[in-house]
């Protein structure tokens, strides 16, 4: 027998996050489990434990993915009103490209990589260079954040969704919210 093609391929985390969104895709944030992610792998359960601690920590790295994409989407601004509205429309895509998507943001713990100041760092680091105080930036992210992510839950709730939309433009009201909390910031 071959055994190079009896062999599942090498197992990484990029590969397991990958299959765990397809497994979200398909089965939502109920379905997502650690024993029916490895048999998509063609591993046994043991064999992630290598890659991710936990359940937890794989929620948190796919979390992590989702804001990556909102974050690269993000085109350069002038100023920071401008990439905080580009932002807030980033995020509500990144959340809506995936099944379950925004509840998987709300709920996974964040991956601990970098120290929490770094982190802070790092995410506040686009508006501190459009002359934000770090703590500008990250208060006014935060706003965003729970803006996008509370009207991307809201737009995924499938029955209020499907009454509501008969009554409003779901993306015209998203936008008149998102302008409103931007144009509220002070500094």
Not at 44 to 61: C, F, I, M, R, T
Not at 130 to 155: K, N, R, Y
Not at 163 to 168: A, R, S, V
Request: net charge negative; hydrophobic share 55%.
């Amino acid at each position: 027998m071959d055994m190079a093609r009896s062999q599942p391929a090498l197992l990484d985390r990029d590969r397991l996050v990958a299959a765990a969104f397809a497994l979200l895709e398909e089965d939502g944030l109920e379905g997502l489990s650690m024993r029916p992610l490895a048999s998509r792998l063609g591993v046994q359960a043991p064999a992630l434990y290598w890659h991710v601690a936990d359940k937890s920590e794989l929620l948190g790295l796919m979390a992590k993915a989702i804001y990556a994409v909102a974050y690269a989407s993000v085109p350069a601004a002038a100023d920071w009103r401008n990439w905080l509205l580009a932002f807030g429309r980033a995020l509500r895509t990144a959340f809506a490209s995936h099944r379950d998507g925004a509840r998987l943001c709300a709920t996974a713990r964040a991956p601990r990589a970098l120290s929490i100041a770094d982190h802070a760092q790092t995410i506040a680091a686009p508006l501190v260079a459009l002359h934000l105080t770090e703590q500008q930036a990250l208060s006014f992210q935060a706003s965003v954040i729970s803006f996008a992510l509370g009207w991307a839950s809201f737009e995924a709730n499938g029955p209020m969704h499907d009454y509501l939309d008969e009554m409003l433009d779901f993306d015209a009201s998203f936008e008149i919210g998102l302008q409103a909390l931007v144009r509220g910031f002070a500094i």
